[in-house]
Every structure is written in C-alpha cells, then in structure tokens.
C-alpha cells in the first residue's frame, strides 16, 4: 500500500479544502520514489470526486505541479524487468514547508531534493 488510510484521510481533507479555496497551499502529505529510477513524487491531497487522482509535485524528470493516477503508480511494478519492484514510500520524509516552495525549489535545481 503506498498511502496508508491515515494520509488518505488527509490527502482527501485537503482536496476539499482545495476545492472551496483553489488558493489552497498545503504541505505534502506523502513522497513516493521510484527506487529503479528517478520519479518522485509529494503528493498534498486527492480529488474528492475521484480519489484515484492526487495532485503535488511530480518528477519524472521535469518537476511540475500535476495530478497523477494512484492506480497508475502502482502498477508499475507490473512492467516487464521490473521483478516486481513498484514505487514505495519515503517513510523517514518529514514535510517542512508548503508544496509551493518545494516546488520553487525543484525548478531551481531541475528536480525534487528532500
């Protein structure tokens, strides 16, 4: 499981918080990486219509703001070469800042550094 139901809740929180006030800047919530590559991922909260789609920081070598697909990360493990090795969780990630500055902050450097 890559978001245990505790930041579920909160990503799902912050979505509606997201919703009523788009000007919204939350911390992130939870880092994924790709331990075979260089995608990572700080996703701030999910999309309350449809908690499938989170949105943070994403960098999959071009850092940007965006949504992304939980169903589609986790499938990754699936792909051929791969021996089943899937994204995980950064479980030692301790957010500090809003996901504006992280972001701030990746564009300057051309990617994610926490």
């Given at each position: 499981?890559?978001i245990?139901?505790?930041?579920?809740?909160?990503?799902?929180?912050?979505?509606?918080?997201?919703a009523?006030?788009?000007?919204?800047?939350?911390?992130?919530?939870?880092?994924?990486?790709?331990?075979l590559?260089?995608?990572?991922?700080?996703?701030?909260?999910?999309d309350?219509?449809?908690?499938?789609?989170?949105?943070?920081?994403?960098?999959?070598?071009?850092?940007?703001l965006?949504?992304?697909?939980?169903?589609?990360?986790?499938?990754?493990?699936?792909?051929?070469?791969?021996?089943?090795?899937?994204i995980?969780?950064?479980?030692?990630?301790?957010?500090?800042r809003?996901?504006?500055?992280?972001?701030?902050?990746?564009?300057?450097?051309?990617?994610?550094?926490?």
């Open positions: 499981m890559l245990t139901d505790e930041q579920r809740a909160t990503m799902l929180a912050n979505g509606r918080e997201y009523r006030n788009p000007a919204f800047d939350p911390v992130p919530v939870v880092k994924l990486f790709d331990p590559g260089s995608g990572t991922w700080l996703l701030t909260d999910l309350p219509d449809d908690p499938d789609i989170a949105s943070g920081l994403c960098d999959l070598g071009f850092p940007e965006g949504s992304v697909r939980i169903s589609e990360i986790e499938s990754i493990k699936t792909v051929p070469n791969r021996r089943g090795i899937g995980e969780q950064d479980r030692f990630f301790r957010p500090t809003p996901i504006s500055e992280y972001a701030d902050e990746a564009r300057r450097n051309q990617r994610i550094s926490v």
